[in-house]
């Protein structure tokens, strides 16, 4: 059963009720630290604002339709015994081909009005990883990366070799014009206006398997506007993407270049491995400490081996969506849905 987050809530009240007078166990309401509790899956579309009434009706329901969409896409995975490996490339896939989100399907372009798509993969098991930046005709960069990890000898591969790599392991060759949309195109004629662009949407994904281990991954088209070649932190293993079964599986969303500066998804891992603070503290530190302390905002989704979900965010909100081990669904778009810390 897919719910919003306010109906989630209502809910899990009603179910402690009866768990009480019954006695049988219920599944944890969010605490208020923002963490949620028997989490197998999360996924996120981005941080930013989206306040209500900044979009209609049918834009909400697109909205949230995209997030159930992945969120059943990698339950069903884990559900049916198999990887967070696997779990987070299905999930990421459907967002990639959605075009309401800033990866695959509705990136943003570039200065010469092109689309360049990274994306990276983290195994927490073996802390194996695979990653692309600069990727101009595969549909799926997640998909890809993964390649990358299970069929190279290398962890990131870019631009022109990464797309032939792509050729080479049978990738179906995607033309640009598949990027395309209008939306995107409206954004980088107004950024070369000058006027500020909405470039947020990258999307992510974390997830905790039977076995209980973790892993992570993220896509992006990027900025909007930026140049030619630029790559920022989602294809960085360590920076907008990590995962770690003993600690964290955590993607990134924001500046991309103060997240790398920052180091900012290992140093969460780090905080719990090395500070032992709980995923809900690590989290907070980096997104809503250090990397303002950077000059920038951001948010992440952050899951631990216990199933304990952070989403933490220095942006008024983040888009973002989870499945419990019982499968019920969880989707929120609004500023006042996910709390900051």
């Given at each position: 059963m897919a719910v919003s987050r306010p109906h989630?809530?209502?809910?899990?009240?009603?179910?402690?009720?009866?768990?009480?007078?019954?006695?049988?166990?219920?599944?944890?309401?969010p605490t208020g630290s923002g963490a949620v509790r028997e989490v197998v899956l999360a996924v996120h579309g981005g941080a930013g604002s989206l306040p209500r009434g900044s979009i209609t009706p049918d834009q909400e329901k697109a909205y949230r339709t995209a997030l159930e969409k992945a969120l059943r896409a990698g339950y069903t995975v884990i559900r049916g015994g198999g990887s967070s490996l696997d779990a987070v490339e299905q999930a990421v896939r459907v967002l990639e081909d959605d075009p309401?989100?800033?990866?695959?399907?509705?990136?943003?372009?570039?200065?010469?009005?092109?689309?360049?798509?990274?994306?990276?993969?983290?195994n927490g098991r073996d802390l194996r990883s695979g990653a692309v930046a600069g990727v101009h005709n595969t549909r799926n960069p997640i998909?890809?990366?993964?390649?990358?990890?299970?069929?190279?000898?290398?962890?990131l591969m870019a631009g022109r070799g990464a797309d032939a790599f792509a050729l080479q392991s049978g990738v179906p060759y995607t033309t640009q014009d598949y990027f395309f949309t209008q939306r995107r195109w409206d954004a980088l004629?107004?950024?070369?206006?000058?006027?500020?662009?909405?470039?947020?949407?990258?999307?992510?994904?974390?997830?905790?398997d039977r076995d209980r281990q973790l892993a992570a991954a993220t896509s992006t088209g990027g900025l909007t506007n930026?140049?030619?070649?630029?790559?920022?932190?989602?294809?960085?293993?360590?920076?907008g993407t990590y995962a770690d079964s003993k600690t964290v599986a955590i993607s990134c969303t924001g500046t991309g270049e103060v997240f790398i500066r920052g180091v900012a998804a290992h140093d969460v891992s780090a905080l719990i491995d090395y500070a032992r603070m709980p995923v809900e503290r690590a989290a907070s530190t980096v997104v809503n400490d250090k990397i303002p302390a950077l000059g920038a905002t951001g948010g992440a989704i952050a899951l631990d081996p216990k199933g304990t979900l952070a989403t933490p965010h220095s942006t008024p909100g983040i888009i973002n969506g989870y499945v419990t081990r019982d499968g019920t669904i969880v989707t929120r778009l609004y500023d006042d849905e996910t709390p900051a810390r």
């Open positions: 989630a809530l209502r809910l899990v009240a009603l179910t402690a009720l009866l768990g009480a007078i019954t006695g049988f166990a219920v599944p944890s309401a309401n989100f800033n990866a695959g399907k509705g990136a943003v372009f570039n200065t010469d009005g092109e689309h360049e798509l990274d994306a990276s993969i983290m998909s890809l990366a993964r390649l990358v990890m299970e069929r190279s000898k290398h962890v004629i107004r950024a070369k206006g000058g006027q500020a662009a909405d470039t947020g949407g990258t999307v992510g994904a974390v997830a905790l930026k140049l030619v070649g630029r790559v920022g932190d989602s294809p960085i293993i360590g920076a």
